[in-house]
């Protein structure tokens, strides 16, 4: 995927949700993989042009495993002139060693975005910007009905009560394999993933479900995404573009 395309879905979704307002700063979480490192570059290249006037900085939540090496990621920051500030905490040690969590991804995302808000505040920032993309939507979907028997996803704008921060996700329109593309060819510093039981979670089950149902019935991604983006689920009322285009 080429430059061009990726500032031109992430812009659509900006404009259609009214994600960045003049004067916003934005705080954008970095986790060191490649929807994260995408973000980044898609939010940095819109700031030189786009209508709003913003301002950036990059977080990263250590989460206390050793051989996490985010040195090349600060070179990237640096290269694109965006503040970066890494919070170390002991996340996996109380996830995995203390409480001996069955299921940690819950709690320890939980921690996680405890320590990022509370840097995001510490920094003045109002907004903070997350790299969930396209799949990740609906495999949130997926996850809900069967796991939870109900229907919710992501939202593409939510306002946390408990800290003022906005959340924004301006890579909804944009497809896993894209990003992954983007990521290669553009030499981006992508770490792996230390988690221990990264790609043995439900999200990975439910994306392999999507993967058999699209190949079983061609087109039925979209059909998916269309349904979570047309729908009255909590937070996806009609974007700006669709009623605009209706008056």
Same mark, same amino acid.
């Given at each position: ?14 404009? &259609?949700?009214?994600?960045?307002? &003049? ?7 970095? #986790?060191?993989?490649?929807? =994260?490192?995408? *973000?980044?570059?898609? *939010? ?15 977080? #990263? @939540? ?8 985010? =040195?090349?990621?600060?070179? *990237? ?9 890494? @919070? ?18 819950? *709690? ?13 505040? #510490? ?6 910007? %997350? ?27 939510? %306002? ?6 906005? @959340? ?12 992954? =593309? ?10 792996? /993933?230390?988690?221990? @039981? ?6 990975? %089950?439910?994306? /392999? ?29 009609? #974007? ?8």
């Amino acid at each position: 995927m080429k430059l061009q395309r990726l500032l031109s879905l992430t812009r659509k979704a900006i404009d &259609d949700y009214q994600m960045i307002q &003049d004067g916003d700063r934005i705080a954008v979480g970095i #986790s060191g993989g490649k929807d =994260s490192l995408t *973000l980044l570059i898609a *939010l940095t290249n819109l700031k030189r042009f786009y209508p709003n006037k913003f301002e950036l900085e990059a977080i #990263s @939540v250590n989460l206390g495993y050793n051989e996490f090496d985010l =040195s090349e990621v600060s070179k *990237l920051c640096k290269k694109l002139e965006v503040s970066y500030t890494v @919070v170390d905490t002991d996340i996996a040690h109380i996830v995995f060693d203390e409480r001996k969590e069955k299921n940690p991804c819950s *709690l320890c995302a939980k921690l996680r975005k405890g320590a990022f808000n509370e840097k995001a505040n #510490s920094l003045n920032c109002n907004k903070v910007a %997350y790299a969930h993309h396209k799949d990740d939507i609906m495999e949130t979907l997926m996850m809900s009905l069967l796991f939870e028997g109900r229907l919710s996803s992501f939202e593409p704008v939510t %306002y946390l009560d408990k800290t003022g921060l906005t @959340v924004i996700r301006p890579l909804m329109f944009l497809e896993e394999r894209d990003i992954r =593309s983007f990521a290669l060819e553009n030499h981006l510093p992508v770490q792996k /993933n230390p988690c221990p @039981v990264d790609g043995y979670t439900k999200r990975e %089950y439910a994306k /392999n479900l999507i993967k058999q149902l699209n190949k079983e019935n061609p087109g039925a991604r979209e059909r998916i995404f269309h349904a979570i983006t047309s729908s009255n689920l909590p937070g996806w009322g009609e #974007s700006e573009h669709v009623r605009t285009s209706k008056q």
